[in-house]
């Protein structure tokens, strides 16, 4: 128990001129309540209230010295929810269970006159499980009802950091690499495949013995486990091996088994008896190019004679040419190998692969050194084949894709649907920022959300929400722009294994990375616009809106068809404005929920 607590109570119970005893904060202390978090998991719906057996501690104890109001016999129902004159709403004792039946998130609800008795704590009075028995007189019915509050001492975040940024796309594909290990199956996605002559016949393969790969190959795939090829592999590995070889573009969403289908095909491409670079695949950044080299020595483990080289920072200067048969590099790097040191020839390259390549040719990543890249090989060794696999293709990318590399081959799975429907939108309006923590605060003390994230403007914000939250005993953690990729992703598969429910975080998750069962998304903290240094910026002194944020962000939940509710916690008549110009920039209902009734929520929910 804090001692805010009590500093709370104490100027609250001087205001209404109660004694306070000289040792109440010992007394207080000495109850020694712990505040679990063991709320009942939700089944079936986005929402439960959360209830608790009589007798056993609610989580947690706001609003509550752990005193329980009592009308009529003293009745030890441990530290209630609604203790201490503070709004039980409906709260009803049914069957021996609390329910917090409409006791809101808000920060200042209304009591509930029938319950909310001036509370005169009975320090003497024997104690309950967790809670103590306080004598409480009934209030007649007209007399103004008294509210407690608890008053966090330090209730508004840090002010002193910057904003984080949405991650890179070659971060995001780091990390969805980490995060992949298992593929992932696309059992509803449909394949759309554009050729060049529409007429020609489309080949689909239902197993990889079907593909007549080589021995060892097929052995390697048994050893890892790949007993059915993934739809893009499918779809996409009849095309690539097929002679003459055929150029692809292809794009499916990250995990779906992309990696494997081109490293397949380079494995069928290379003669080992050559000893000279047959293969080149780039990729934005080390990390990535040593990602692709695991997953080739793995599917390569059976080929003797197979060798990998990297063409990424650190590799040791020379000018000797290369033995090894596949070529795992970063552009630059790579181009090096390819005009100053030559160390690559690229009249015998035959397959070229970038991957990720909406980083390697958008305008903002390594266009100019993918195309001179591709131009050189290609002109050395006019039947080439090029292959590129993203997750993603912006559609200036994907105009760009297919302009330069001749004759593509097209194949996109099917765009998951927009989840925007999906989506139930609200607000809540909050005085200040206080009133904003105390509202998130209870709205987790008064709901069992399944899974949720929640969005801060900044690394210390984020750090600084976990922290209290994790006080009141709620199940968080944090992830942010200065942890490593790796830190990241174990933090992501703590979550969606379900090793905590709340993941508090900044713009770095708000693209890129699916978790399929966040159900509740909640701007702690609305998006807004910054300058090019890092400012917050103002139009006409004005905060901005960023939209686009606000979309990726809310997009966390909704996914793969299933239902969201997005919340958007409002603490200033210029918040207030901002969700108004989202609103409007999107056509869509974000409706205002009122914070003293859960049943709002559970409304929107149902909608
Ligand atoms: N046919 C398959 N059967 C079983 N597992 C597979 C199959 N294909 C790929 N996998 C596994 O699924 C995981 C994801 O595959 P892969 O890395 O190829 O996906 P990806 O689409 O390239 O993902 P990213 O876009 O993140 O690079 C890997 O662990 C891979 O070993």
């Known amino acids: 128990m804090s001692g805010d607590w009590v500093a709370s109570y104490d100027a609250q119970a001087k205001n209404e001129g109660l004694s306070i005893p000289e040792n109440l904060p010992q007394k207080l202390d000495s109850l020694n309540i712990s505040e679990g978090s063991n709320m009942p998991s939700l089944s079936g719906n986005i929402l439960g209230r959360t209830t608790k057996p009589s007798g056993s501690f609610v989580n947690p104890p706001q609003h509550s010295f752990g005193a329980t109001t009592t009308t009529g016999p003293r009745t030890n129902i441990g530290a209630a929810p609604f203790a201490a004159g503070f709004p039980p709403g409906n709260s009803q004792l049914r069957g021996g269970h609390v329910a917090t039946r409409g006791r809101g998130f808000g920060f200042a609800p209304q009591p509930n006159p029938a319950f909310a008795q001036p509370f005169q704590p009975n320090f003497n009075a024997p104690r309950g499980r967790g809670g103590f028995q306080a004598n409480v007189s009934p209030r007649p019915p007209h007399t103004p009802p008294t509210m407690y509050k608890y008053v966090e001492k330090n209730s508004t975040p840090p002010k002193n950091d910057s904003h984080e940024k949405a991650m890179a796309p070659a971060e995001i594909a780091l990390l969805n690499k980490f995060l992949h290990r298992e593929v992932k199956m696309m059992s509803e996605s449909e394949v759309d495949v554009q050729r060049q002559d529409p007429t020609s016949p489309l080949y689909s393969v239902n197993s990889f013995r079907d593909l007549r790969l080589k021995d060892e190959v097929v052995k390697a795939l048994d050893m890892l486990g790949f007993e059915f090829p993934t739809r893009i592999q499918e779809t996409a590995l009849p095309l690539l091996l097929m002679e003459p070889p055929h150029n692809l573009i292809a794009q499916a969403q990250s995990g779906t088994g992309k990696t494997a289908a081109f490293v397949l095909t380079m494995l069928c491409r290379i003669d080992l008896s050559l000893k ?58 790579t181009l090096e190998y390819l005009q100053k040191t030559q160390r690559i020839d690229p009249s015998k390259i035959r397959c070229l692969v970038l991957d990720e390549a909406d980083v390697m040719i958008s305008q903002q990543g390594h266009s100019d050194i993918s195309t001179v890249i591709y131009t050189i090989i290609e002109e050395a060794s006019p039947s080439v084949q090029s292959m590129l696999f993203s997750a993603t293709y912006d559609s200036p990318v994907v105009d760009f894709a297919t302009k330069l590399v001749k004759n593509a081959i097209v194949v996109m799975l099917k765009k998951e649907e927009q989840a925007l429907p999906n989506i139930k939108q609200c607000y809540v309006e909050c005085n200040d920022k206080a009133a904003k923590y105390e509202a998130i605060v209870n709205l987790y003390s008064g709901l069992t959300i399944a899974s949720s994230v929640i969005f801060c403007h900044t690394k210390a914000s984020a750090m600084w929400l976990a922290n209290n939250m994790k006080q009141r005993g709620h199940e968080v953690d944090v992830l942010h722009g200065e942890m490593e990729v790796q830190d990241r992703a174990n933090t992501i598969i703590r979550f969606k294994a379900g090793e905590f429910r709340v993941l508090i975080t900044t713009n770095v998750f708000a693209r890129g990375i699916d978790v399929a069962q966040v159900s509740v998304v909640i701007n702690y903290d609305l998006p807004i616009k910054y300058d090019a240094e890092g400012n917050e910026l103002r139009i006409d002194g004005q905060l901005q809106p960023d939209c686009e944020t606000y979309l990726h962000r809310i997009g966390r939940t909704g996914r793969f068809g299933k239902a969201g509710i997005a919340i958007n916690f409002i603490d200033s008549p210029e918040a207030l404005r901002m969700i108004e110009i989202i609103k409007q920039h999107f056509s869509m209902q974000i409706k205002k929920i009122d914070p003293g009734n859960l049943d709002d929520l559970e409304d929107i929910e149902r909608s």
């Open 276 to 333: 000279h670079p047959q293969c080149i695949c780039l990729a934005p950044t080390l990390e990535l190019a040593k990602q692709l080299g695991e997953v080739v020595s793995k599917m390569g483990q059976y080929m003797t004679d197979l060798n990998i080289h990297y063409a990424i920072k650190g590799s040791p200067r020379s000018t000797e040419k290369l033995t090894e048969q596949i070529v795992i590099g970063t552009p630059g790097k």
